[in-house]
């Protein structure tokens, strides 16, 4: 599938702004399953100060800083994506969840890269409940894939999405607490869980391009952002005695949705938490006492570019 992302973000403030510094994570990932055909992103009011760095996680980062006085800072990024549907091998899927951990499998050529993914942050921290609650999903010698598949099923069943029930703060016990929340929330319960019990695990930012009920229209912008999981699993066993083991993969799932993901999600990054990768980060400069924060997003199919 072939989509054109556009995301607005606008902030208004009550006085002038003299100095705005921000970190944009705007732009989709390059990789074997996604292309990014094209981009753009625009800052307004207009500066010469923008410019793309590469994060720790290979994700593309947009620093920006605006001296005009302002109180209106509107960042718009626009770009066009092709998506490939993952297709995991069956041997991956079966892997006993226990085999799946990075410190049972060293010999893995990745598996430090997957440690990063298995170590506690401030917004996945794990705790009795969210420990226990995920391990009831890992019996012992259950397939990952059985694992996953169960595990976004409960939590869709489980946990009422209701926006505006949470903000980009709140923890984990809270969510297991209010048995609600939206989908930064459900991945970072998934996170917590899985690596209390040894696994390795990513949160991914994004888009999915969403479907309109029968009779009505697509209402441009009002899709949003979106958030899932990746969960490393180790490469195959080496084909003969003494071999190397191939490198793993990370097997993507969406809690909210109850769905492994497919061609309609755009990745755009990935980190430990939304703490690593939130679409916009920044810092400003100004006698302001309010602001306000308007956010757009479409996401639509396209035969062409």
Request: with cysteine; glycine share 8%.
């Amino acid at each position: 599938m072939r989509y054109r992302v556009w995301h607005r973000t606008t902030y208004t403030y009550d006085a002038d702004v003299t100095d705005s510094l921000g970190i944009a994570y705007l732009t989709p990932r390059t990789g074997a399953l996604q292309r990014v055909l094209s981009r753009e992103l625009t800052v307004s009011p207009a500066t010469d100060e923008v410019r793309d760095d590469v994060d720790v996680h290979g994700n593309v980062a947009t620093f920006f800083q605006v001296v005009r006085p302002h109180r209106e800072l509107v960042v718009r990024a626009e770009s066009v994506v092709e998506v490939t549907a993952p297709v995991y091998d069956a041997e991956l899927l079966a892997t006993p969840w226990e085999e799946a951990r990075p410190a049972a499998r060293p010999d893995s050529p990745d598996a430090w890269e997957a440690w990063d993914g298995a170590l506690p942050t401030a917004l996945a921290a794990p705790g009795p409940e969210v420990r226990e609650y995920v391990g009831e999903s890992l019996t012992p010698g259950r397939p990952l894939g059985d694992v996953l598949t169960d595990l976004v099923r409960r939590v869709h069943a489980d946990f009422a999405y209701r926006p505006g029930a949470t903000t980009v703060t709140t923890s984990v016990a809270e969510v297991m607490a209010a048995r609600a929340g939206v989908c930064q929330d459900f991945a970072h319960l998934l996170l917590a869980g899985l690596r209390a019990h040894g696994l390795a695990a990513r949160y991914v930012s994004g888009y999915l391009a969403t479907t309109p009920p029968p009779g009505r229209e697509r209402l441009v912008g009002a899709d949003a952002t979106h958030a899932w999981i990746a969960v490393w699993a180790p490469g195959p066993a080496p084909a003969e005695p003494g071999g190397a083991r191939g490198e793993g993969e990370w097997l993507m799932v969406d809690p909210t949705n109850d769905t492994w993901v497919d061609e309609r999600y755009v990745s755009v990054a990935w980190g430990r938490d939304y703490g690593d990768v939130p679409p916009l980060k920044g810092v400003i400069y100004t006698e302001a006492t309010s602001s306000s924060l308007a956010v757009a997003v479409d996401v639509a199919p396209v035969l062409e570019v």
